[in-house]
């Protein structure tokens, strides 16, 4: 997927700086996606959920909020609100002159500065200063502000939500994100990274060169993986030491052939070792590195 592709690539990139905790921000034009990453690593979670329903498998343990370039601002009882629904590619934010007549992000951006108006998008998008003040205009006189003013009350909001999720990813995980660098990409995560550097008290932040595609240079540049286990139920009063060992043997030759089969060669594989143990009567299980 793109989340985890630009995840991936963020670890790629902050292994190379040498970054012990950064931060990836992929923001987009519908949501922004953000995630923790630690010594070059993701985190991984095996309590996700799609719905009401748990999934119980590793993934990347990405926080992915409504928030993105095109997403559109509203009033509710008063207060603007920016998100979850978006203008999307088609017709997309108003100053892209496809027909598109909310007031986005993008819009508020453009009103604002950020971006440069009559900026050409490929070959057909011309970025319209007027359209975008034009879709503003209804929501600043229902609040009673300037175009102007209603613009930098959308980029407010929308920044506060993406604060809330970084918090998600390193406060509310014992990090304090104080200490993180903030990896930027994505069509409008650059734009908003110095602001949200600033709420949050980190101190760098990191744009790469080709931030618009960088999810796409993590997908073709992504290391291929697998994943075996088995559960044993074992008390840690009694370890069979010659068990576990010829279990941990058998889920490494399994991983062998299917990397081998893959084209790796074999002293290019790189092989790690977890234990997901737990207290009895416990549901829920710790994961810990495991010596060979």
């Known amino acids: 997927s793109g989340p985890a592709a630009g995840v991936s690539a963020a670890c790629k990139v902050s292994m190379e700086l040498g970054i012990g905790h950064a931060i990836s921000l992929d923001m987009g034009g519908t949501t922004t996606d953000v ?17 009401d329903r748990p999934l119980r498998q590793p993934m990347v343990d990405i926080e992915s909020i409504g928030a993105g370039g095109g997403s559109i601002a509203r009033l509710n009882l008063g207060a603007v609100e920016v998100g979850p629904d978006s203008a999307g590619a088609n017709p997309g934010p108003a100053c892209y002159g496809q027909g598109g ?39 600043a006189k229902e609040a009673g502000v300037t175009v102007t003013e209603a613009a ?30 903030l990896l930027a990409f994505g069509g409008a995560g650059p734009m908003h ?4 550097a600033r709420a949050f008290g980190i101190k760098r932040v990191i744009v790469p060169a080709f931030s618009s595609t960088f999810s796409a240079v993590g997908c073709a540049d992504a290391e ?25 043997a058998g889920l490494v030759e399994r991983l062998k052939a299917l ?32 010596p060979n």
């Open 152 to 181: 930098y009350g959308i980029l407010r909001v929308a920044n506060a939500t993406m604060v809330r999720a970084l918090s998600r990813v390193t406060v509310e995980r014992g990090i304090d994100g104080r200490t993180c660098d």
């Open 224 to 248: 291929m993986s697998y994943a075996q286990q088995q559960t044993l139920r074992m008390a840690s009063s009694a370890w069979d030491r010659q068990r576990l060992s010829d279990i941990q």
């Open 193 to 196: 990274a110095v602001e949200l």
């Open 259 to 290: 990397l081998l089969a893959a084209g790796y060669r074999e002293d290019a594989i790189a092989i790690e070792y977890v234990a997901s143990i737990r207290y009895r009567g416990q549901s829920s299980a710790t994961e810990i590195p495991a």
């Open 35 to 51: 995630c923790l990453i630690v010594n070059g690593r993701a985190q991984i979670s095996v309590n996700r959920s799609l719905g």
């Open 101 to 139: 007549t909310a007031p986005t992000v993008t819009d508020a951006n453009l009103v604002l500065g950020y971006l440069e108006h009559d900026q050409k998008l490929g070959e057909s998008i011309r970025l319209d200063l007027d359209d975008a003040r034009n879709a503003l205009s209804p929501l």
